[in-house]
Structures are given as C-alpha cells and as structure tokens.
C-alpha cells in the first residue's frame, strides 16, 4: 500500500494563477440584492465511481500527458451565505459530460464513446474568501439537455446545495425543461453564466463565474488537520481515503469528507467528532 501512496512527484493542480488575476472581481453587493442559488437535481450520473484523481483539473488525470479535449474553460465562484459572506472550508464537487457527451457513468455514455483522459468529476476546498476554481472542458449537449455543469456543495455532514450551471447564448437553453422549470426568472438567470474568452490566451481559452448563494449559513462543523509525512501526497491520498473507507460509515457518523489543504502537505477531515477520529485511525493505519 505505501508505495501506492508515495507519490511526490504527482502534480498538483490548485490554480494559483487564475485565483490570484482578474477573476476575483465579484461586484459588491448589497445583501438585500442577492439571489439564492436555485437547487436542482443531481440527475441520474454522479459518479458511481470516482476517478482515480479528483482533483480540480479535469482537464489532466494524476500524471497522464495527454490531456482531454475540448474547449478549456477555467471555471471560478464563491459559496455565499444569504447575506454575502464566503462559506471557506466547503466542498464544492462538480460533474460534467466529456467533449463527446458522456458522463462518468455506465448509462452516461451518449454513444459517441467516452474521452478516456477527461476526469469527469473533480473536487476543490474553498479558500477563505469562499472561493473555488475548477480547469474544465466547456460542456456539450445530450440528448435531452442543454450544455450544463452539475455541483454539489457540503460542508461536514452538511448538504448544502445541489445544482448546476448553464451557458449564457446557448440557443437549447430555452427548450431545456429543467432549467425552464425554474419559475423564478431572477433565480433561472442566476445560474445562466458568461463563457467569455480569457484575456491574452492564444488557444482560445474560456473564463467563467458562478457564485452560489446558499438558502441558509451552514453551522460551523468539527474539523481536524493531520500532517502527512514528506512523501505521502495529500491531493492523491484525501479522495482514495474518503472512497474507499470513510463513506462505508456514512450512516453511523455523518458524512465526512477529507480534504487536501492547499499547497500543503496536510489534510483537513471535517464531520463529527467520531467520525474524524475513525478517519484518523484509517489513515494511519493505511499510512503506516
Ligand atoms: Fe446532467
């Protein structure tokens, strides 16, 4: 098992760059003015099986060097609470179809075949601004929908929001029945989001932004930081963890999720109080 998990050379993929340049200019808002983020369904094609790697690019799995194809979008937001203030140390989990309209799913599959080198699915911890950021594909439609991204946000055992976010432009939106079945215009538009082209890039890169307003300010949950040895890879070891071990406890304990702590060799386990320390004693014994 330890070799397995030894793997410092892995790259590791949080998007400093993006964070840190034009992205990061959410107009100021009054409180009064936000729209709460619609929910919506899951659908039937959330992974039934992580990838291998969920980090947030989803361009790149683990240390593969042919990426996926497809127009990249660099996808940023913040998770909000109903009066504006950022929601950090959340889980924000996306899911998308690859350039040919297939989920990471066994019934996901549009016919077309799959892009073996999409991730399908990533994660990311919000940063103390409440921020997130994801390296995507722009998606495309399937029979049935218009071209959308799925996201689930938790913090702790809490469930937060199910949704997903749509293209501004894109002519099938207006025959999509799940987001016309949103009655609230405000609301519908919220998740209707600007694809536009990044600044200065040569291989016609997107940008977009979609901030999620929550219904309610989730509570502040127990959370633990573990140091993991020099050689032992946060961003790999935090999902193989929590997918092979920690959800079978799900019921007992809570949802507990194990996060790496960016740029650093550290996770960070957030649930109840058991059920931090069952994924601690995993995780050590599984590290030993
Ligand atoms: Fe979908």
Redesign the pocket.
Known sequence: MNSKISTPSRRTFVGGVAMSTAFLTTPGLFAEELTKTPSMTE?P?YPEKFPRDTDNDLLVINDSITSAVGTIVHLTGKILTPTGKPVRNAVVEAW??DNKGA?LHKDGDGGKGRDRNFQGFGRFLTNSKGEYYFRTIKPVP?PG?TP?I?FRVVKGKQRLLST?CFIKGERLNERDGLLRSIRNKKQRDSLIVDFKPLKGSKIGELQANFDMVLSKTPAEPKSKKMKLRKDQNAQWLAPLVENLYVKNFERRLGIITVNPVHGQNEILIVGSEKGIAKAIEIIQNWTA
Do not use: A, D, E, M
């Open positions: 659908g094609f998308q179809v989920y399937y929908r959308h799925h997903q």
